[in-house]
């Protein structure tokens, strides 16, 4: 049973470039769930997405930063414009409908911003 | 007050030891609570899931939540030099799935 998949792993942009970060959740998972987590910080909650829906972006950077979880294919968190502060690693979770509060995360992505 | 503390370490202690990692917190609302381990440049790996007050115990693994004290912790029986790794706790008020917040987390090092 494949876990969480993220693509890439690992990201490089120069400053104003767009960025876009895959996320295929684990099989029967309909939730899912993007984290940042920069240097010597904790993991941040940023959205919560299922088909089609954005539950809950209370997390999210109000500019620049957007998420989609399409009825076909991986989530995407998008960044447009990057910028340096926008170096961190991005992971993925996902859960299940029966345990929801359970979530399983991906090897995450890491951004770097030149 | 941040909302979930946790002491960064590093903690190291010698192979075989039982180990204690603990985290405070603020919110009362928070119900559900997991303990992750994380190693260097991976993703955290769910370790431990307890809702509300009480212990749960997996193999080595035994976490313990107080709510009374807003207090949860995680022990590690025969500690092996493979435990060494960074652990998270983390939090959620339930109701639905939401976003979880965690601690920094504790950098643990077993000695051979």
């Known amino acids: 049973n494949a876990g969480v998949m993220q693509n890439p792993r690992h990201l490089v942009r120069r400053r104003g470039q767009e960025a876009r970060l895959r996320c295929s959740p684990m099989k029967g998972h309909s939730h899912v769930y993007w984290y940042r987590q920069l240097p010597e910080e904790g993991l941040k909650f940023m959205v919560y997405?299922?088909?089609?829906?954005?539950?809950?972006e209370s997390g999210m950077p109000k500019e620049r930063f957007s998420a989609e979880f399409p009825k076909e294919g991986p989530s995407i968190l998008r960044i447009q414009q990057v910028v340096r502060g926008d170096s961190a690693a991005y992971f993925c979770a996902s859960s299940p409908d029966y345990l929801q509060e359970t979530q399983y995360f991906g090897p995450g992505t890491r951004l770097l911003v030149l | 007050q941040k909302e979930v503390e946790q002491d960064p370490g590093p903690l190291s202690v010698p192979e075989g030891a039982i180990v204690s990692l603990n985290c405070t917190y603020s919110n009362s609302a928070f119900q559900y609570f997991m303990w992750y381990r994380q190693y260097s440049r991976k993703g955290p790996e769910l370790l431990m899931y307890t809702y509300s007050s009480g212990n749960k115990e997996d193999g080595r693994f035994t976490a313990q939540v107080d709510k009374s004290s807003k207090y949860i912790s995680l022990f590690i029986r025969d500690s092996q030099p493979s435990d060494s790794a960074t652990y998270l706790c983390?939090?959620?008020?339930?109701?639905?799935?939401?976003?979880?917040?965690f601690g920094k987390g504790t950098h643990l090092i077993i000695q051979p």
């Open positions: 983390a939090m959620s008020e339930g109701g639905g799935a939401d976003g979880l917040t």
């Open positions: 997405l299922q088909k089609e829906n954005i539950i809950d």
